[in-house]
């Protein structure tokens, strides 16, 4: 599976592939026939029917059509009642879109749910925050297998047909994306799917979504190959500037610091004064950086501080600082954030920030987990911060990725299950 060009978008189907809601579409539609057909109509009957929105396929396939507008109603008062208990979002898919959301990748909804359905299954799973675009079967003139939804969020997010995806679990989905001119994915990820077969051959069937996000991820990392030979540039160039005496081999090993900073001002819009000051102003011999998180938790929950910076939320933490060990840092880093007296437990994971899916840095760091133990204090903000909270591992909020990814803090609970589980190391 070759990816010559950069993906900069990705597009959804949401139905099946997004969310595993076909089974209450399902129920909600045998329902509203039967009440008002008195018919039994199968799930295959109705992916037949699909295509058009939920009130067009009710007034369209509904026998008895002065029953229309109340059959209607039931669908989404069915819809609505029993969707929180009946589809709950996928924690892998919740890494996938925190992933692409963190990275900067531009998403979009290409459905043909009308856009009150969407709304419900939106509101309900969290899902808004997540998507530049999202388009219904409420908004074209033309429903999928056309291409005019796909071809109308490309041109809203501005991207070309090379550089955008499109993902769907049925026949439709794939015709539309081949139609509009992308590399098109079919999805058989979640519990029911609407197409076993493909009319259609997808670029690619992903069966597992970290099998989706995996190519993502590779994709991503080939992009920014310039950030690594920058950073490897301007730590040449450091150490060299440390260490020789020569004063043509320090000219070179200038020059080559300028060329890192170069770089980084061609594919940035940071600017070269600002790249000069926190990028390429170090000396001694270069070494990573250390981020120290503090993992604390109570009542089978995790403590998580908001985030000034991104409005995320984060495990309390930073920098290592000088002249603290790292259990001094998580001890000192919780206080000032969470407000919290902590005693350090034990360490839990050093991790390497490159083999993680965060946002790109213009540093190499290291990442390093350490459990701790409420002993006093009181929850309260720090200047950094603007809110402190305990999470369950089935609620955890949207994650600042810069500090810590979904995966991570998942992780930190084996650790509560596992007291005795060994330290994770890269």
Not at 325 to 330: D, F, H, L, R
């Amino acid at each position: 599976m070759s990816e010559a060009m950069t993906i900069k978008a990705v597009l959804f189907d949401f139905d099946g592939t997004l969310a595993d809601t076909l089974p209450l579409s399902f129920s909600a539609f045998k329902y509203v026939f039967k009440k008002y057909d008195d018919r039994d109509v199968s799930t295959d009957e109705l992916i037949a029917m699909f295509g058009p929105t939920e009130d067009e396929i009710i007034a369209g396939n509904l026998r008895n059509k002065e029953n229309v507008i109340e059959a209607i109603s039931d669908y989404y008062s069915i819809y609505a009642k029993h969707h929180v208990a009946e589809v709950p979002i996928s924690d892998d898919m919740l890494q996938l879109l925190t992933y692409l959301k963190s990275n900067g990748m531009k998403m979009g909804i290409i459905t043909g749910k009308s856009r009150k359905a969407y709304q419900i299954s939106s509101e309900t799973l969290n899902l808004s925050n997540f998507f530049d675009i999202v388009i219904t079967g409420d908004d074209v003139q033309q429903p999928k297998p056309h291409p005019e939804g796909i071809i109308t969020a490309l041109d809203f997010l501005g991207v070309s047909q090379e550089e955008a995806v499109f993902v769907g679990d049925s026949n439709a989905d794939i015709k539309a994306g081949k139609a509009a001119g992308l590399r098109t994915y079919g999805v058989q990820w979640l519990s029911t799917y609407q197409s076993i077969h493909f009319e259609i051959e997808p670029d690619f069937i992903f069966t597992r979504i970290e099998e989706f996000q995996k190519l993502l991820r590779n994709n991503y990392k080939q992009s920014l190959k310039w950030l690594d030979w920058a950073k490897q540039i301007q730590s040449i160039a450091q150490i060299g500037l440390t260490y020789s005496k020569d004063v043509y081999d320090l000219e070179r090993f200038q020059a080559l610091r300028e060329i890192s900073v170069d770089i980084l001002d061609t594919y940035t819009l940071v600017g070269k004064d600002t790249i000069n000051l926190s990028f390429a102003n170090e000396t001694g011999y270069a070494t990573p950086k250390v981020d120290i998180r503090g993992v604390v938790f109570e009542d089978d929950k995790i403590l998580l501080v908001k985030e000034k910076a991104d409005g995320a939320w984060a495990l309390p933490g930073g920098w290592a600082d000088n002249g603290y060990s790292p259990s001094e840092v998580a001890v000192k880093e919780i206080r000032e954030e969470a407000g919290f007296d902590v005693v350090p437990v034990r360490l839990l994971a050093v991790l390497d920030k490159k083999f993680h899916d965060h946002p790109p840095e213009p540093y190499h760091i290291y990442k390093m987990f350490i459990l701790c133990s409420i002993i006093g204090g009181e929850a309260v903000v720090g200047v950094e911060t603007s809110d402190v909270r305990f999470f369950g591992e089935s609620e955890l909020p949207e994650l600042s990725a810069e500090r810590n990814t979904y995966a991570q803090v998942k992780s930190m609970f084996d650790y509560l299950r596992d007291p005795d589980k060994a330290v994770r190391l890269d």
